[in-house]
């Protein structure tokens, strides 16, 4: 059975409100911009590496172009940027839980790389359940924004026995996405030896030097390439303590900003 997916206008809308949330920023030539580490292998080729280009806007033009978005659509604009502790920049999309999120943020990413050339992009999750729930989105909506866009994008789940594609993530010139789920990467070894717990030896992976990865860690390769964070369920992966090891773990990929996609609301 092949889906087959209606446009919707409040998903287009939201697509186009995060784009516009840049307007004045240059499209990337798509140039590599950064040679990929190759740890032991440095000295025996060089490997050239696509990531996002910096937002050259000032966070006051940003944030004048959010609340030109805000004002048209009838909401209180806000008075400054939204900065959070080991997350960044960070944009907030609300939508109602059946409206179709994972839909909306993977058109955002299409928007962001037509208007932007913006190209890398990391999807974190709560859960592995969710994880799996949003891969196989991806799966079935590829067809659908090929043919919108005319191009296809990349996309795999993170696995820590399977480190060679965060190389094709940061050496390929392409649109490419890694969805992740939290647990996958908020435990780092210093933080478990110091209070005396069990290492989790898969979560502390992305961020140790690995003889099967060039002695590289697979974190700096991907910070490289300063991902555009996409948050989905931020109540869940971000929690209440501004200090905990999610946020902190974020961080670490460097990302050019955060969209933060919640369907779960707090009063």
């Known amino acids: 059975m092949k889906l087959r997916y209606k446009h919707q206008r409040f998903q287009t809308e939201a697509a186009l409100a995060v784009a516009n949330a840049f307007t004045g920023q240059p499209k990337s030539d798509g140039q590599s911009d950064h040679i990929v580490d190759q740890g032991v292998h440095?000295?025996?080729?060089?490997?050239?590496?696509?990531?996002?280009?910096?937002?050259?806007?000032?966070?006051e033009a940003v944030c004048e172009n959010v609340r030109a978005i805000q004002t048209e659509h009838g909401l209180k604009p806000v008075e400054q940027l939204q900065q959070l502790q080991g997350v960044g920049t960070a944009l907030t999309i609300e939508m109602e839980t059946g409206t179709g999120k994972t839909y909306t943020y993977i058109k955002t990413m299409y928007e962001l790389n037509a208007r932007y050339g913006w190209t890398k992009f990391v999807v974190v999750v709560p859960s592995i359940a969710i994880r799996e729930g949003v891969l196989k989105s991806f799966e079935s909506m590829q067809e659908h924004f090929a043919q919108e866009y005319g191009k296809r994008m990349q996309y795999f789940m993170y696995n820590s026995k399977q480190l060679s594609k965060i190389d094709a993530f940061a050496s390929d010139a392409g649109m490419h996405v890694m969805i992740i789920n939290t647990q996958a990467f908020n435990a780092s070894m210093n933080e478990e030896k110091s209070k005396g717990a069990r290492p989790d030896k898969a979560a502390r992976i992305i961020f140790e030097r690995r003889d099967e990865f060039g002695s590289r860690r697979p974190i700096d390769v991907l910070a490289q390439t300063h991902p555009i964070m996409i948050i989905d369920e931020p109540q869940s992966v971000l929690g209440v303590d501004k200090k905990n090891k999610t946020r902190k773990g974020i961080a670490m990929f460097k990302p050019?900003?955060?969209?933060?996609?919640?369907?779960?609301?707090r009063k």
Do not use: E, R
């Not at 050019?256 to 609301?265: I, K, M, R, V």
């Open 42 to 59: 440095q000295d025996l080729f060089v490997v050239k590496g696509f990531g996002n280009k910096n937002v050259i806007l000032a966070p």
């Open 256 to 265: 050019l900003f955060t969209l933060l996609y919640s369907a779960t609301h």
